[in-house]
């Protein structure tokens, strides 16, 4: 981000986690939050405040109504990462397919050639929100020989040619019940909240896997830790939880049809550059309008 703002006159300071953000934003002119929260507080206590500049598409840290009421913009930048965040999703998805969790145990037991695992040809998979994660998803799903179901906010908006059906969110039962992969991208709001719960985990099939590359919140917690130990379904592969960073002693990293990464979905070199690239523009727009567009 730096070098991306070399010569512009603006200037990168870094925060101290370990302090309240309260006490270290007198005089920023922008916020870049990753995964901090900007509340109305820390709004308040930023007085020169110009613009909040979100890493990354999701703006539920940021306390939206406080910032208008200041007038401040608040922006992000979609489908940076969307390339990055899919093929997480399906590096979750073979990792599950190859039960992967049970590895170690069979190079402990100096074998090889076990366990069996499947393929995902042929397989459905039922994506959860078509935005640009679900999209760049069911392209490379699609590719590798699956079927795409999907439900969206807006059935019918565009063209969604990769994948053979596409409902409405009244349609997601029909969807769990189909699909041997189902993967949540889709942001937290009040009709999300907890949307995968208890209820929604027993439509599933036994042998379905769920994905969560999308928020923690998505999942009722207590619910989906029940169907994994009673097998209700087969596994899940997480990279987004209930708090964060999580309690490494959850017990949901111990079971052994659970695939977790920590939250990086969207951290590769690429999409990093993406981000810091689009970010950089965003500054010398809202912060020194006075420079020339490239």
Known sequence: MREKLAGSGIEIGEVDP???LEEQVANASALIPSMARISASVIAAAPLLKLIAQFGAGLDGVDQAAAAARGIPVRNVPGANAQ??????????LALARRLPLHRRTFERRLVGDPPGTELMGKTLGIVGLGATGRALARIARATGMEVIAVRRHPGADADADASWVGGPADLDALLARSAYVSL????????????????????????????????????????????????????????????????RDEIFSLDNVVATPHLGG????????????LAALLKEYLRPDLPRA
Request: glycine share 4%; hydrophobic share 45%; proline share 7%.
């Open 84 to 93: 990055s965040v899919a093929e997480l999703a399906l590096f979750l998805m």
């Open 267 to 278: 951290t590769t070199f690429e999409s990093l550059d993406r981000i810091a690239t689009r």
């Open 18 to 20: 370990a302090r309240p």
């Open 185 to 248: 991208h889709v942001p937290t709001s009040s009709e999300t909240l907890r949307m995968i719960d208890a209820a929604r985990l027993a439509r599933m099939k036994p042998t379905a896997f769920l994905i969560n590359v999308g928020r923690g919140d998505l999942v009722d917690r207590a619910a989906l830790l029940d169907a994994l130990r009673s097998r209700r379904i087969a596994g899940a592969g997480l990279d987004v939880y209930w708090e964060e960073p999580p309690d490494p």
